[in-house]
């Protein structure tokens, strides 16, 4: 089995701005997870420039997104069940996305929330489209694994609240589809031999796994964080120049990643068949 030797984790974020509040990167190392910095702070054009360069560079980097990389599929054996257009794969519905979008700043995907016929899968602000579905909304497999496990996974078609993932992974299909050739992204790519690896994370699993209670999965200084990486067996972290929400979750996360990366029972879930790892993908770390 593959042995990654860096470890990094990035909280995404949707917001149509420049420089998304949100956005913040992280990588493990040796001596405990630290956060990459960018002047003026990150913005999803340099994430990708900095993926970019991971990839030119051959970098031995396992890379945690937080956000989902595909739409529910297998419930209704369509992202767009009624819609002749919708697409057949995960790949094909990057390159829609992204198409879609081509004309938003800053990597958004507004456009594609916007267009008459898939505005009706989505639930936004003071409107419920009529494909949205019951309750929660529709979910993939995966995310029915993190409910089964105690979890509380938000439907990939859900744009309202702080709960909302559908922006992020909207935005997040333009950049993986923008790497496509240069990053595998498992599973829809098997692992690579060597060079950098994209997985998907939900940062909430790796605050459990640090025994961080449910409902205060937030970290929010220097000493909770701490405690929480020598759960996983984490050295300290460096220091940081902030401690929101999204610093913490990458640094945590970039140190959970480190520890059970080697772990091969996380890259064979028993449900993740060839088909669904075409379609819906799979969180890394449910089984």
């Known amino acids: 089995m593959r042995r990654f030797t860096r470890f990094a984790a990035i909280d995404w974020s949707g917001q149509a701005v420049a420089r998304p509040a949100g956005l913040a ?14 002047d003026g702070g990150w913005s999803r054009e340099a ?29 209704a054996g369509s992202y767009f069940p009624g819609w002749a257009q919708s697409p057949n794969d995960a790949r094909a519905l990057w390159g829609m996305v992204e198409n879609m979008a081509a004309d938003d700043p800053h990597l958004a995907a507004t456009s594609v929330v916007n ?15 009529d494909r949205f579905g019951q309750g929660r909304g529709r979910l993939r497999l995966c995310e029915e694994r993190q409910r089964a496990a105690g979890f509380s996974p938000t439907s990939c078609f859900n744009l309202v609240g702080a709960a909302q993932v559908g922006k992020s992974s909207l935005t997040g299909m333009r950049v993986l589809h923008r790497l496509a050739g240069r990053i595998p992204v498992w599973p829809f790519d ?3 031999a060597s060079g950098p690896a994209i997985v998907e994370i939900y940062t909430t699993i790796a605050a459990r796994a640090a025994g961080v209670r449910a ?12 405690a929480a990486l020598a759960a996983l067996g984490s050295p300290p972290h460096a220091p940081s120049p902030r401690y929101d929400d999204h610093a913490t979750d990458a640094l945590l996360s970039a140190a959970w990643l480190r520890h059970v990366a080697h772990d091969p029972a996380l890259w064979s879930p028993p449900m993740l068949t060839a088909h669904i790892a075409r379609t819906e993908g799979w969180t890394f770390g449910v089984v």
Request: hydrophobic share 40%; glycine share 6%.
């Open 215 to 226: 409902g205060r999965s937030k970290l929010r200084d220097a000493e909770q964080l701490d």
């Open 190 to 192: 098997p692992l690579p």
């Open 25 to 38: 990167v992280a990588e493990a190392r040796d001596d405990g997870p630290a956060l990459v910095t960018r």
């Open 47 to 75: 994430i990708l420039e900095w993926l970019t360069m991971l990839a030119d560079d051959g970098a031995d980097m396992l890379i945690g997104l937080d956000l989902s990389p595909a739409l529910p599929f297998a419930d």
């Open 115 to 129: 267009e008459p016929e898939l505005s009706r899968h989505f639930r936004r602000h003071r409107a419920l489209g």
